[in-house]
């Protein structure tokens, strides 16, 4: 599955007997058409919207109409426009990671150690954790905003209970945003740390034991730095994508007219209003955090490697 | 977390919790596939199969379902192609170019999708060329082949060269070699990434919603009318196919478990 690309282990392999000047020419066939095609229809595109991301209008007044310029002011003009929506994007990616690991992590422990001597449950639990890609994204996230509706019986029960406020409603507020992006992105979590969990050896956590460490100082001292792989992929997989989303904080979803995010403003600035400077800058602004993030990571990590 | 008790009773029962709270929307989805609704899909009406039995009665809903599945299929061909090609050169090959050419697989991979889709507009707009289904499976081949390359990778890696020299060693040319000894056990390694890749087109909204012009998928559909209310005829679209899907996945787990039986047997 997805968890695959930020993955651990795998790589490497065996060299082969094939006689080494046929090679390059084989693995040059191999690799050129995948290769042009990236280049064609993923580099050129990030270099067009870097280009794009610098335009000016070009003065005849028409919508949409741009002319080439190098208006690096641009991107502090996007960064004072759209701060809150920034703001959201990254503080709402941050706050439904920190969520979907604290969710994620016992579920995966359970389904990878405490569940190993039953292969039949573990299966079974396994298989419901990637249920929710089979079920179109968009549909689940409109289940919750019906479940969670102003006339729901759910909200009713949260006013009366006094948790909400008699005027208070879920729908539209960050919270629902972020417990949306939360649920959409538990599986991306879970199954890396599912993935090296099920590998972690568990006469480790006796010998913490034995040697008299309490269960949190075995927790903290073995079990969470033999899987820090695990929450490292799963954060970076749950992150990137929260951070891009515009479909939970959209008004016809989760959000309402408070919650935008970077992704919200793109989408309006590219589709609706033309307006693609703006669009672009903010598209480059957030690949470039992403990058860093990743960058960042692969260096702590050590992983150089990372596919 | 990890106190005596909890991992006794308190680990199953939240984690039991955690999977309930994973199944609500899919429940109501499935649920409310079966409400006699008039116009919206918001209050339960009552019990009807009717929308299941008329799902192509709602405009739109099939013709969106149809171009979802051709462009889901398309681009899973052409995406594991190209991605099995590069999975291949990139284990069996020393090559300079190497750690770029990972980089290069990698990097879609952590680009967020919002970014994908609006440099892929920014390129088709600056082409002229028009936005349509053509554009979504560029689109979607793009994005589907990292994870291709990924899954299939793993696949070579584990895969005994010995195979390969013996197929050699009895004369067979480098063509019978490939077809007739690593193609087929790559196969389940290239069926999974192929069926990663058909839901990953399937299911994705962003990059198409970007790319697709006035061309409809089904997200794209279910997208759109969220603003009115998404009908019942959606919620049976996308019930089905979750039911298609995870009986895949259990025929696949069941014979996968049945071979490990045998093999065990013949030990």
């Known amino acids: 599955m997805a968890f695959a690309a930020f993955g651990h282990g795998g790589g490497g392999g065996a060299a082969n007997t094939t006689a080494p000047t046929k090679k390059s020419k084989v693995a040059l066939f191999l690799l050129l058409p995948g290769l042009i095609y990236l280049g064609l229809f993923f580099m050129t595109p990030l270099i067009s919207l870097i280009i794009t991301s610098l335009e000016v209008p070009d003065g005849s007044g028409v919508m949409g109409s741009y002319a080439y310029g190098f208006a690096i002011e641009n991107y502090g003009k996007v960064v004072t426009q759209f701060w809150p929506q920034i703001s959201h994007s990254f503080g709402y990616a941050l706050i439904a990671t920190i969520a979907a690991l604290l969710i994620s992590y016992p579920l995966a422990y359970f389904i990878g150690v405490k569940a190993r001597r039953f292969p039949l449950i573990q299966g079974l639990m396994l298989t419901l954790v990637i249920a929710p890609f089979f079920i179109s994204f968009l549909l689940r996230t409109f289940a919750w905003k019906q479940i969670f509706s102003n006339e729901s019986p759910a909200v009713h029960f949260l006013q009366q209970v006094g948790i909400l406020g008699p005027h208070d409603y879920l729908v539209g507020t960050p919270f629902m945003v972020i417990f949306g992006l939360t649920y959409n992105f538990i599986p991306f979590m879970t199954l890396p740390l599912y993935s090296i969990l099920e590998r972690l050896d568990v006469r480790l956590l006796e010998a913490g034991a034995d040697l008299y460490a309490t269960p949190a100082t075995t927790f903290r001292k073995v079990t969470l730095p033999l899987t820090a792989p695990g929450i490292i992929s799963g954060t970076l997989l749950t992150f990137i994508p929260i951070a891009g989303d515009y479909v939970n904080a959209s008004g016809d979803f989760l959000g309402g007219t408070k919650t935008a995010m970077i992704g919200n403003v793109v989408e309006s600035r590219f589709l609706v209003l033309n307006d693609y400077p703006t669009a672009s800058a903010l598209s480059v602004l957030l690949m470039g955090v992403i990058l860093l993030l990743v960058g960042f990571y692969a260096k702590r990590s050590g992983t150089e490697d990372l596919l | ?267």
């Not at chain 2, 929307?25 to 006699?36: C, E, H, L, Q, W």
């Not at chain 2, 889709?117 to 560029?138: C, D, E, P, R, V």
């Not at chain 2, 990059?207 to 759109?224: D, E, H, L, Q, W």
Request: positive net charge; aromatic residues 12%.
């Open chain 2, 1 to 267: 977390m990890r106190r005596f008790s909890l991992g006794k009773y308190a680990l199953p029962v939240y984690s039991v919790i955690a999977i309930v709270y994973l199944m609500i929307p899919i429940a109501y989805t499935f649920v409310f596939s079966f409400n006699d609704s008039l116009k919206t899909n918001l209050i339960w009406r009552g019990f009807t199969f009717d929308k299941w039995i008329n799902v192509c009665k709602q405009q739109g809903v099939c013709e969106a379902f149809g171009n979802s599945v051709m462009i889901g299929v398309i681009s899973t061909v052409l995406a594991t192609t190209l991605g099995t090609m590069i999975a291949i050169a990139l284990v069996r090959y020393r090559f300079k170019a190497r750690s770029f050419v990972s980089l290069l697989i990698f990097l879609p991979m952590a680009t967020p999708e919002v970014v994908l889709g609006a440099g892929l507009a920014s390129q088709f707009f600056s082409m002229g060329a028009a936005k349509g289904i053509g554009t979504i499976i560029i689109a979607h081949v793009m994005f589907c082949m990292s994870f291709v390359v990924v899954t299939v990778k793993a696949r070579v890696a584990s895969l005994d060269p010995a195979l390969e020299e013996a197929g050699r060693d009895l004369y067979a040319s480098p063509a019978q070699v490939f077809w007739k000894i690593t193609f087929p056990l790559l196969m389940p390694g290239i069926l999974s990434a192929a069926l990663l890749s058909f839901a990953l087109s399937f299911d994705d909204f962003i990059i198409t919603n970007f790319n697709s012009g006035p061309a409809m998928t089904f997200p794209k559909y279910v997208y759109t009318a969220a603003a009115r209310g998404i009908p019942a005829e959606a919620n049976v679209v996308g019930s089905a196919v979750f039911l298609l899907a995870i009986a895949i996945v259990v025929t696949v787990q069941v014979r996968g478990s049945l071979k490990a039986k045998r093999l065990a047997r013949q030990k």
